[in-house]
């Protein structure tokens, strides 16, 4: 089944009533047949059938085996850093979202786990930090904010040469335009907020895998069940609510990015424009051969942090606000929202700074998101 038919189906199995819409089963606890005999659910945080329908569809949608429905994305990175132990070494990604550096040198560092952030653009750079004890590559592509493509295919091949596992944060893209687990990634992870939601709404995370019986989904289930970090039913439903217009919405809003980004190539207080979309961008070629699209993101610099700082306060229809992927264009000043721990040498290595800006599209008319812009731009 295509993409377009699974985003509108996804795992629904019509019950006796013939209800197109899933149920909502809110019970944290159900009933058992007999002794030692289950219906395949005991208790809500272990599984839940409303639950299990959205988790079914997004392995469907990832090409995986297994999913699981966690309560945040940073919930979902959690529950890959708790598959290492002390002593193991991992390979991120210098542009990451702030809150996965957070969690890595904060949290994880204190428990013996070392880092090391690398260009992963360049697999070069990857190949040279990878030791013997390294057991996790961890990237996102394109990364966040700096848009940079990693070749995801190449990435996986080295992983597993090294005895490593490769997780990709896929919540700038969404299952509808890349698919890294046919790639070779081992892990797939999502904040589901993000445009798998589509409308600001719920806060929820994914990790999927390829293989529904291994050990490394029989980890994470034990991790899951011990940890409890589950989607609660009700945001179940809206997810799946949500995904059945997923396609729709980010082929409009990558069309309209793909609009702003040219348009903003061409405006004289712009100094650089980042979206893979772009036959300029360095990652253009890898771009078009792993994945279907290039998304609804596009970073780009102006002349001054005065003038970055400035437009923030000058939009109309635009909203300035932390977040990405609904329907509606969220323009983000990433230095001091979503990278504000980041560290320095991660800034300067990436090249975020303050005149950068992210710009979420949404599904608005493109040309009415330009008019606001220029006037921002502009005033």
């Given at each position: 089944?295509?993409?377009?038919?699974?985003?509108?189906?996804?795992?629904?199995?019509?019950?006796?009533?013939?209800?197109?819409?899933?149920?909502?089963?809110?019970?944290?606890?159900?009933?058992?047949?007999?002794?030692?005999?289950?219906?395949?659910?005991?208790?809500?945080?272990?599984?839940?059938?409303?639950?299990?329908?959205?988790?079914?569809?997004?392995?469907?949608?990832?090409?995986?085996?297994?999913?699981?429905?966690?309560?945040?994305?940073?919930?979902?990175?959690?529950?890959?850093?708790?598959?290492?132990?002390?002593?193991?070494?991992?390979?991120?990604?210098?542009?990451?979202?702030?809150?996965?550096?957070?969690?890595?040198?904060?949290?994880?560092?204190?428990?013996?786990?070392?880092?090391?952030?690398?260009?992963?653009?360049?697999?070069?750079?990857?190949?040279?930090?990878?030791?013997?004890?390294?057991?996790?590559?961890?990237?996102?592509?394109?990364?966040?904010?700096?848009?940079?493509?990693?070749?995801?295919?190449?990435?996986?091949?080295?992983?597993?040469?090294?005895?490593?596992?490769?997780?990709?944060?896929?919540?700038?893209?969404?299952?509808?335009?890349?698919?890294?687990?046919?790639?070779?990634?081992?892990?797939?992870?999502?904040?589901?907020?993000?445009?798998?939601?589509?409308?600001?709404?719920?806060?929820?995370?994914?990790?999927?895998?390829?293989?529904?019986?291994?050990?490394?989904?029989?980890?994470?289930?034990?991790?899951?069940?011990?940890?409890?970090?589950?989607?609660?039913?009700?945001?179940?439903?809206?997810?799946?609510?949500?995904?059945?217009?997923?396609?729709?919405?980010?082929?409009?809003?990558?069309?309209?990015?793909?609009?702003?980004?040219?348009?903003?190539?061409?405006?004289?207080?712009?100094?650089?424009?980042?979206?893979?979309?772009?036959?300029?961008?360095?990652?253009?070629?890898?771009?078009?051969?792993?994945?279907?699209?290039?998304?609804?993101?596009?970073?780009?610099?102006?002349?001054?942090?005065?003038?970055?700082?400035?437009?923030?306060?000058?939009?109309?229809?635009?909203?300035?606000?932390?977040?990405?992927?609904?329907?509606?264009?969220?323009?983000?000043?990433?230095?001091?929202?979503?990278?504000?721990?980041?560290?320095?040498?991660?800034?300067?290595?990436?090249?975020?700074?303050?005149?950068?800006?992210?710009?979420?599209?949404?599904i608005e008319d493109a040309a009415d998101l330009i008019?606001?812009?220029?006037?921002?731009?502009?005033?």
């Open positions: 089944m295509n993409d377009a038919s699974l985003e509108v189906h996804g795992a629904h199995v019509y019950d006796a009533t013939g209800a197109i819409s899933e149920p909502i089963y809110l019970s944290a606890t159900y009933r058992h047949p007999g002794f030692r005999q289950s219906t395949g659910y005991d208790y809500g945080r272990c599984a839940n059938p409303t639950r299990a329908v959205l988790e079914k569809t997004l392995a469907l949608l990832e090409g995986g085996g297994r999913a699981w429905g966690v309560a945040s994305g940073m919930a979902a990175i959690n529950l890959v850093f708790l598959l290492l132990a002390p002593g193991d070494h991992v390979v991120l990604g210098t542009d990451l979202y702030g809150g996965t550096v957070r969690l890595a040198n904060e949290v994880y560092h204190r428990y013996g786990i070392e880092t090391s952030y690398v260009d992963t653009s360049c697999i070069n750079e990857v190949e040279a930090a990878m030791r013997p004890e390294t057991k996790l590559v961890f990237i996102e592509t394109p990364s966040n904010p700096m848009m940079r493509v990693s070749d995801i295919q190449a990435i996986a091949k080295l992983a597993h040469a090294h005895g490593a596992l490769l997780a990709v944060d896929n919540t700038f893209l969404s299952p509808h335009f890349q698919k890294p687990l046919t790639l070779g990634a081992d892990i797939v992870l999502h904040s589901g907020t993000k445009y798998l939601c589509g409308h600001n709404d719920v806060i929820a995370g994914f990790l999927v895998v390829r293989e529904a019986e291994g050990d490394l989904a029989a980890r994470i289930d034990r991790l899951v069940v011990s940890s409890g970090p589950m989607l609660s039913s009700m945001d179940a439903w809206l997810m799946l609510r949500s995904l059945k217009t997923l396609g729709v919405r980010v082929e409009r809003q990558a069309q309209n990015a793909l609009a702003i980004a040219k348009w903003l190539k061409a405006q004289p207080r712009v100094t650089k424009v980042y979206y893979p979309g772009l036959p300029e961008h360095p990652g253009y070629a890898l771009q078009q051969a792993q994945a279907t699209g290039c998304g609804g993101m596009v970073s780009f610099k102006v002349e001054s942090a005065a003038l970055a700082q400035a437009v923030l306060g000058r939009l109309s229809l635009i909203s300035f606000a932390e977040s990405l992927g609904g329907v509606e264009t969220l323009l983000t000043y990433p230095i001091v929202q979503t990278h504000a721990e980041m560290p320095a040498e991660l800034k300067e290595a990436t090249g975020l700074d303050d005149t950068l800006l992210r710009l979420s599209v949404g008019d606001d812009l220029d006037r921002a731009l502009n005033a």
